[in-house]
């Protein structure tokens, strides 16, 4: 994109007539002014320098004005690089079709001072404000890159550390039973982490449900064994503490998603199944492709959800009655974030509830298949 210049709006005169491009000159003084004498010279010069405006002659020998505005059209729009194009009177018929090959405005000789002053001043002033406008969206861009970087972040480089935390301190606990002193400040420690990891979990629930609208999702074959196995680590130490087993024997599959976005419906059901799981019991995660579908299940030994509360269940804010068995924190919206992920992703999501008890929250998502010939393709 042509940048304009800080101070001064640069603008390009391009005529083959010298008096022509004197006068411009003169008329223009508050501006700064370069100038060409033919259209090749005129295309090296915008090639090499950014300009706000480009004033160009129609009828110049060897290469004309509406060439020269073609090739500026073939790397410039309109809004990057207006041009207005320069004609005599008696020309002014074909002004019409000339600028719907992309010419912004024009004018005509013999020049009017003031005409020639407003023409030049209005596609200033927009060139400004359209600059304006993309160095704003920019910005917001690099922000909501600089978000999600935080996003991973929290997700990747304080979980890590905390569990490793979380697992030194039970190794603490088990070799230091004897001391009481020692016990008591292990179990101040654990609950300093726990309130930190409570912490991380809903920020990292409400950036997600503030980006909602704009996921951005870059689906590529996913190794669902990978995925699923480094979740079920990062959760192990809560399940832990709750004396709750997870089963994740045989998952796996290769799936079409977004690794990042896969990892984090995952983290957020297995957490869920660990939260409303009463302690010593077990939670299950399988996998099974049939018919080109990859469905992930997980599922809880949890008292379930009553039935007049499911509808809410994958709404924003939508936690039912029933509640975390082990005190955890919980914002109401992993479930919407979960499925609003999920159908980004081209998939679909769903909860089952058995008679014997628990909920079984399922996901589907297009397998990676081989055809007859070995290749990989996927089935929506």
Known sequence: ?????????????????????EMLQRILRQYEVHTAYDGRSALKMIELTPYDLVL???????????????????HYSDIDLPVVLVSALSERRSIANVRRMGANDYIVKPFDVEDVGARVITQIRLKRFADERQQIAMGFQQMVEWQERLMRMASHDLRNPLSNLRMLVHHLKHI???????????EMMDASINSMSNI?????????????????????????????????????VAAFNK????HANGVGGIVL???????????????NAIKYSPPHSDVWIETLVQDGIWQLTVTDSGPGVPESERHRLFQPFGRASTQPTGGEASTGLGLWIVREMVHAQNGEVGVHFP????SQFWVQLP??????????????
């Open 200 to 236: 991380i979990d809903e920020f990292l629930d409400v950036r997600i449900a503030e980006a909602v609208g704009n996921i951005r999702v870059e689906l590529r074959e996913t190794d669902a064994f990978n995925v699923i196995t480094q979740v079920v680590n990062q959760y192990a």
């Open 355 to 358: 008679p014997e008890g628990g």
């Open 56 to 74: 160009l002659d129609i009828m110049m020998p060897g290469m004309g004005g509406v060439e020269v505005l073609q090739h500026i059209r073939q």
């Open 243 to 246: 004396d709750i087993r997870i």
């Open 367 to 380: 397998a990676v298949v081989k055809d007859s010939a070995g290749s990989p393709s996927a089935r929506a």
């Open 176 to 186: 230091s039973q004897e001391n009481d002193a020692v016990q008591q400040l292990l």
């Open 257 to 271: 998603a977004d690794p990042n976005r896969l990892s984090q419906v995952i983290a957020n059901l297995l957490s």
């Open 1 to 21: 994109m042509q940048k304009s210049s800080p101070n001064r709006a640069r603008i390009l005169v391009v005529d083959d007539e010298r008096d022509n491009v």
